[in-house]
């Protein structure tokens, strides 16, 4: 990020402070350092160490990033969202928002994730990539949900008032993911048939080891990315307003020019 | 704030009674939505009744509980965002809080007109669906009480979604794409228990019923809530 949004202006002593910020720093890259490695150590164990599961076979891999991806997004980074949106609507500081906003912004991806895995798994079990399983409809509705949290923050409008009505969305999102969870379960056990689940099989050893470390590895992937996408949303945040104060101060001095135009004719 | 709410009601449905815009525009498209759905599954596709191997029945006959609701939700983003755009022009909001009404009678006024508009829709759309896919009725208490309940839960949570986008310029598009995820339940639970109400038996339909119920009164208090903040400075 550097002084885009200032263009022009490049006399002003002030436009250069964000030319040296980068969202990086001294912990922030240890913790990509040993994320990349926790990566590669999961890729080992789940495609290498671990032996292929029972009934399922090699298919049975997915199952060390495709339940680690659901829980990070759907139990941490919408909680995140929530507890922002909530801190944000009670304090009213900007930090709160952006930290919602960021943590929506990297579930979302990996809600896609999880349901892009989920299918994929579909296929070699159910012999099919869509089937209307409970957990998959649901996921794929909760995906909506939070795209349409995701539009209304970058909608044109004041930015408070922008803040304030994503924050009000980011609860009720939460509520809503709860219920489309329920009421989806629900509608499915009246109707469901003898289809084969493939979550349930029994893991032990070096399966259950890969797969704790499956869950650590994505929760290291999410810190990281949260991390800098706040970074990046703290940076544009500041951009924006100096962007308003560099403008202002641009216009001040066209005025000043003008008048001093008009005193001398 | 229930004298602002039927003031705000009264308002809001004086304003469709003189504009029309509700019965010559919006129940003919949910009419025709009906029509298109028939177009969409051909009349003349045939199942096996569920649980017999030998009588046939019509598919959208089978179907028509949750065509039905289709038709409302899609008929109800229209109602929604016209409750809307009347406060839009000229600054509306601003005066409705400026004549010092409360802001959760505002919602429950804004939310009550929207009910009594969808309500008269599905009278009509639920006419139409029985004329057009000939759908039996065994249990009236529960299809009326069903109606009744996601309808309020209709129109709560979309009186709530469309507050959030209104005055915006994408207030079309957003708030079909925020609202449908979240009735998406409702056309759940509405569809099973309109089944269990027009085939049988309605002990299927009771269970579902609780749950819109419940889904009503959480969008309503959410409304009640949440709408303050949503009007500040709008």
């Known amino acids: 990020m550097t002084t885009t949004g200032v263009k022009g202006s490049s006399e002003h002593h002030d436009a250069g402070n964000d030319r040296s910020a980068h969202t990086g720093t001294r912990g922030s890259r240890t913790l990509g350092i040993v994320t990349l490695v926790s990566v590669a150590v999961l890729l080992l164990f789940a495609l290498v160490v671990s032996p292929p599961e029972a009934t399922q076979g090699d298919a049975a891999r997915l199952f060390y990033i495709h339940v680690p991806s659901a829980i990070v997004c759907l139990y941490l980074a919408f909680s995140i969202t929530l507890v922002g949106s909530i801190m944000y609507l009670w304090k009213g500081t900007i930090g709160w928002d952006l930290i919602a906003g960021s943590a929506a912004e990297v579930g979302v991806l990996f809600l896609f994730f999880t349901l892009v895995t989920g299918m994929l798994w579909g296929k070699p079990t159910w012999g099919t990539y869509w089937q209307w399983d409970p957990r998959l409809t649901s996921t794929a509705v909760s995906f909506v949900l939070y795209l349409g949290y995701l539009a209304v923050r970058r909608l044109d409008m004041d930015p408070v008032l922008r803040s304030r009505r994503a924050a009000v969305l980011g609860i009720v999102s939460f509520a809503n993911l709860i219920i489309v969870r329920y009421s989806v379960q629900w509608w499915r056990s009246l109707h469901q048939g003898p289809t084969l689940d493939p979550l349930d099989m029994q893991i032990s050893g070096v399966m259950l080891f890969t797969w704790v470390f499956g869950v650590f590895t994505m929760l290291l992937v999410f810190s990281w990315l949260l991390l800098h996408r706040f970074r990046v949303a703290w940076l544009e945040h500041q951009l924006a307003e100096a962007g308003i104060d560099v403008a202002i101060r641009e216009r001040r001095n066209e005025a000043g020019g003008d008048a001093a135009l008009g005193g001398a004719i | ?234």
């Open chain 2, 1 to 234: 704030m229930w004298r602002d709410a039927r003031l705000i009601a009264a308002k809001d449905l004086r304003v469709e009674w003189v504009s029309r815009v509700l019965t010559t525009q919006v129940v003919p498209f949910g009419l025709l939505v009906l029509i298109l759905f028939g177009f969409g599954i051909s009349p003349d596709l045939q199942t096996f009744e569920p649980g017999e191997a030998t009588s046939k029945v019509a598919v959208l006959e089978q179907v028509a509980p949750g065509l039905f609701w289709l038709a409302v939700l899609f008929s109800a983003l229209l109602a929604i965002g016209r409750s809307f755009a009347i406060e839009a022009v000229d600054g509306n909001l601003d005066a409705l809080r400026l004549a010092g009404l409360d802001p959760a009678g505002i919602f429950l006024g804004k939310a009550g007109a929207v009910l009594v508009e969808l309500l008269l829709l599905e009278v009509v759309l639920g006419f139409g669906s029985f004329v057009l896919y000939g759908a039996p009725l065994d249990n009236a208490v529960l299809l009326v009480t069903v109606v009744v309940s996601a309808t309020v839960g209709i129109a709560s949570a979309g009186t709530l979604y469309a507050a959030l986008a209104a005055g915006l310029r994408v207030r079309d598009t957003l708030v079909p794409l925020l609202l449908l995820p979240v009735l998406a339940p409702v056309l759940l639970g509405a569809s099973l228990a309109t089944e269990a109400a027009l085939f049988g038996p309605a002990s299927d339909g009771w269970p579902w019923l609780a749950a819109l119920g419940a889904f009503a009164v959480l969008y309503l208090g959410a409304g009640i809530l949440a709408f303050g903040s949503l009007l500040e400075d709008s």
